[in-house]
């Protein structure tokens, strides 16, 4: 994308920027991380006019030009930066048209960047419900730079938005005069600082004096330099950032008097104040969310039934298909008994990992997801959190990975490192693989009074279990580690809209993609090394195993039968390299119900918790002589120990589960971590307490229910 023109989204949080982004771009998306952060990056590319294509970068929401958390210095830092990769050539400013005033708050200081501009309206349909009426031309007059009506969720606005980018490529920008006179707050300073740092405008040197220890892009020899600059000119940083602030607000009512009409105070109530009235209602919001949240998982089991049958059907009779055509051979061994059955481990989770995230994409794009958050501040602050903490939980059952990330908002230093330490525990799309097979074998397929389905009332448990664990770990975390830093809570609620489909079916889409290409990228490899693993053995093992059944077949008149063929596989596997190393760790896993089979499961499954079920589908395969026509469920509810009792007990199924909930078995969530508390000490304190509460927790539930 380099040598295109450069757009960057800006704008307040909750302002329709990132649809405005998706209904720009389209599918031709990435996401990265800024350079030395790991903030989420979004960038596309989008067609503005035949000879103009532009790189659409989506900065991080924020309120002002005054940075508090991680993400918003990102979005600081693009703007600021005179020589950053990132520096746009355009800047569009994404502005909620029924919220203009605070909004303008933000499209004034990035015009005193002396940055080309161009301000968006949207939500107007908002504006008009609230009584609002905006002349558009009056305000472009009044703030010296195009204004668009947009509606990016309809595709309303977007041709005479790019008309408007169009234009402003085309003409050669002239810097406007500054919308405050910031230059006259620290006239000397100002002249210093630009000298200095090499900012070409009065704002962006008055920015630098006020966050010159937290700009990176100023070497140690310019802050140094800088630092004496403010001290030789007496600079109040404070001071001058409020008389700055006062002086915008004062032209911005100025402006809004001159092109804003509004109704009474005394105007309709909105349709969200009515429904929110009841959606977040200090008893019935709790119950209503709890009814969500079951609905959510009744539907991951009741539509993703369907579709995983026939997948689980469709690769059974492949394998039964291939076993029959191929010679008998290790390649055709490796092809049926490896490849086929590790590819079917990965795809026959797609529908149910795919359902979830676009239920979680309707939640989120209706504006319930935000909902939560203010729920369960209260329930937050008990365990020393505060409501900003949620939406990483909430994105922990995702993926951990951007969950962590997403911790970067929180400003409270300490309040950051244990949401960053306990989410984790939320259980992940990666756990649900695990779950349904494991709920599927030992839970009944019943209903309980007619509507709820028991499987799924204990597929929200186990999430609930996760995030009330999370919480007491947060609690106990919070006694522990002493700060007297206090922070409060504030967010702003978007109104209710009607979800998008088209936007959950992408969504669905590209998380099935992602699960697929990188998920299954890891679960295919580990599947082929334990094939090989499972495959081979010490070769005085596996010669004797196949003697002794040699020499029981040429006894029997017509061979081995059907049984003896399958316990002659058996025998095979616990002599392979695979089955030694199952057998080692046993003693340490057999208290929890385990046997060595799921012990090389637990190993595998550290690089990734959904390698679990590559595994099993792996070692059942080779290990099972009827391996060619039957699903891996079927295949793991026929398994017998010695005795001849299931190995997939309730007590040894639930016992799994909890193992799987607690333990932190993700190289890359562990990676993530350590980059973002810059030290091995906290993934390594993760990793301890998360293995030993899965470890302890699991064996408790065994022997209470064995």
């Known amino acids: 994308m380099t040598g295109l023109y450069k757009i960057a989204l800006a704008g307040n949080p909750n302002s329709g920027k990132s649809s405005l982004f998706n209904a720009l771009t389209g599918l031709n998306q990435k996401v990265g991380n800024f350079p030395g952060v790991t903030v989420d990056k979004k960038t596309g590319r989008a067609d503005i006019a035949p000879d103009l294509q532009a790189r659409i970068i989506d900065l991080p929401g924020t309120y002002s030009l005054y940075p508090k958390s991680a993400d918003e210095y990102v979005a600081y830092e693009v703007l600021l930066n005179p020589s950053g990769k990132d520096r746009p050539d355009l ?24 940055l080309p501009v161009i301000i968006v309206l949207t939500m107007m349909d908002i504006a008009r419900k609230k009584g609002i009426a905006i002349d558009v031309k009056g305000l472009e007059r009044e703030m010296g730079v195009p204004v668009v009506v947009v509606n990016p969720r309809r595709n309303k606005g977007l041709t005479q938005l790019k008309k408007a980018i169009a234009l402003t490529h085309q003409s050669a920008f002239q810097p406007l005069s500054d919308f405050v006179p910031v230059g006259e707050l620290a006239p000397a300073v100002i002249r210093s600082v630009k000298q200095l740092s090499g900012v070409d405008s009065d704002y962006g040197a008055l920015h630098i004096a006020s966050a010159t220890d937290k700009i990176e892009f100023l070497s140690a020899a310019q802050q ?47 349709f969200t104040e009515q429904v929110d009235k009841v959606l977040l209602h200090r008893v019935w919001g709790n119950i209503i969310l709890l009814v969500v949240l079951f609905l959510m998982f009744q539907c991951v089991f009741w539509l993703a039934e369907f579709p995983m049958g026939w997948i689980e059907g469709a690769f059974a009779w492949l394998q039964g298909r291939a076993g029959d055509w191929l010679p008998e051979a290790w390649w055709s061994n490796l092809l049926v008994n490896g490849l086929l059955a590790g590819i079917g481990g990965i795809v026959v989770f797609v529908p149910q990992i795919a359902l979830l995230f676009g239920m979680i994409t309707l939640l989120e794009d209706s504006g319930y997801m935000a909902r939560i958050s203010f729920l369960t501040d209260r329930l937050m602050r008990s365990a020393g959190l505060n409501g900003r903490s949620v939406m990483p939980l909430i994105s922990g059952m995702a993926c951990a990975i951007p969950a962590v990330m997403a911790a970067r908002t929180i400003e409270n230093r300490k309040e950051r490192l244990i949401t960053i330490l306990v989410t984790p525990l939320m259980s992940c799309s990666a756990r649900l693989p695990i779950y349904v097979i494991l709920i599927a074998l030992v839970i009944p397929d019943h ?16 999430y609930l279990l996760g995030f009330f664990m999370a919480l007491i770990v947060a609690k106990v975390m919070n006694w522990a580690m002493k700060s007297r830093e206090h922070s409060i809570f504030l967010m702003e609620l978007p109104v209710y809209r ?93 208290p929890l119900g385990y046997d060595w089979k799921m012990g090389i499961a637990l190993i595998s499954s550290f690089a990734a918790r959904e390698v679990f079920v590559g595994t099993m589908a792996t070692l059942y395969s080779v290990g099972d002589a009827d391996e060619n026509s039957v699903p891996l469920r079927q295949k793991m509810a026929r398994a017998r120990r010695s005795d001849g009792t299931p190995v997939y007990t309730l007590a040894t199924g639930l016992s799994l589960m909890v193992f799987y909930a607690f333990a932190m078995q993700c190289m890359s969530t562990i990676a993530i971590v350590r980059r973002e508390t810059r030290s091995w000490k906290w993934p390594l304190v993760q990793l301890a307490y998360m293995t030993g509460l899965a470890y302890v927790c699991a064996l408790l539930v065994y022997q209470l229910l064995k």
């Open 91 to 114: 800047t569009i400013v994404v502005a909620d048209a029924s919220n203009l005033k605070r909004n303008l708050l933000f499209c004034s200081q990035i015009i005193d960047l002396k």
């Open 224 to 270: 140094e330099q800088i630092r004496a600059a403010l001290q030789q000119h007496d600079f109040h940083k404070g001071r001058a950032q409020a008389e700055e602030v006062m002086m915008r607000y004062e032209r911005i009512a100025r402006i809004m008097q001159r092109t804003v009409v509004e109704e009474s105070p005394l105007k309709k109530q909105l």
């Open 447 to 462: 209903t309980l009074w007619g509507v709820f389905k028991l499987q799924a009332l204990v597929m929200m448990g186990l």
């Open 498 to 590: 009607m979800p998008r489909w088209k936007n959950a079916l992408v969504t669905m889409y590209e998380k099935a993609r992602i699960f697929v290409l990188d998920a299954g990228k890891v679960i295919l490899l580990i599947a082929l090394v334990l094939w090989g693993l499972a495959s081979y053995g010490p070769p005085g093992r596996m010669a004797a195993v196949e003697a002794r059944y040699g020499a029981l077949a040429r006894q029997q008149e017509g061979g081995l039968s059907a049984a003896q063929q399958e316990q002659m596989a058996t025998d095979k596997l616990e002599q392979s390299y695979a089955g030694m190393l199952g057998k080692a760790i046993e003693p340490v896993i057999r």
